[in-house]
Structure formats: C-alpha cells, structure tokens
Nanobody, 129 residues
Framework: QVQLVESGGGLVQTGGSLRLSCAAS????????MGWFRQAPGKKEREFVA?????????YYTDSRKGRFTIFRDNAKNTVYLQMSSLKPEDTAIYYC?????????????????????WGQGTQVTVSS
C-alpha cells in the first residue's frame, strides 16, 4: 500500500506561481512512477500533467505545460513536487498526485488513468483573472 498526501494548493493571481507537494509513505519501490494529474471544474476526466521516476528522475510532460510546470522529487523525503509558474485561469483544477507501478512507456502511462495504482485526495488550485 502507498499513501499520498498533497499540499500546497491555494488561490493565486494570473501569472503567479505555486509549488505543490506530494508526500508518499508506505511501500514505494524505486521503479515506481510518480505523477500529477488535474481535474478542472465540470470535467469528468483527470488530465495528465507530468510524471517522474524515483530513480533516475526521468520526467515526462504534456507539451502544453512543458516550460511552465516542472516536476522534481526529493528521494530522502519521499516527496514529489510540481512547480507551476505563469499560471492561467485555465489551470484552475484539483491537482492529484498518483503512483504507477506500470512498466509501460511514459506516453502510454500518461494517457491511461487505469494504469495508476494509488491516488492522493487532491489539492485545489484556483487561478484568478
């Protein structure tokens, strides 16, 4: 079992920045993939944002957010972060941290929520215009 606790969400103005944290506890093998998803208001599906491996820290992003969002981790703290900058109102969503044990290609894992095994409770990010 893996437990995930997100924090760092809040209200920010357009153009601002936020750093989200996801603390993982329990069984987090080194070959797991950690990721961030988001669910915008009124949307049924969660949208992939970014992922990172515990080792060696390989990352993968959707093209639309690459450059504004950065995922990184602190292995000693078992924590993954999502640094978000130049935020826009359309970034408003609940942001979820997740763990995948899948060995599929990043492109496949990113597109299939069913390949993610554990989820956090989410943290709200609201970007005001």
């Amino acid at each position: 079992q893996v437990q995930l606790v997100e924090s760092g969400g809040g209200l920010v103005q357009t153009g601002g920045s936020l750093r989200l944290s996801c603390a993982a506890s329990g069984r987090t093998p080194s070959d797991n993939v950690m990721g961030w998803f988001r669910q915008a208001p009124g949307k049924k599906e969660r949208e992939f944002v970014a992922l990172i491996t515990w080792y060696p820290g390989s990352t993968y992003y959707t093209d639309s957010r690459k450059g504004r969002f950065t995922i990184f981790r602190d292995n000693a703290k078992n924590t993954v972060y999502l640094q978000m900058s130049s935020l826009k109102p359309e970034d408003t969503a609940i942001y979820y941290c997740a763990v995948s044990r899948s060995q599929q290609l990043f492109e496949i894992i990113a597109r299939r929520a069913a390949l993610w095994d554990y989820w956090g409770q989410g943290t709200q990010v609201t970007v005001s215009s």
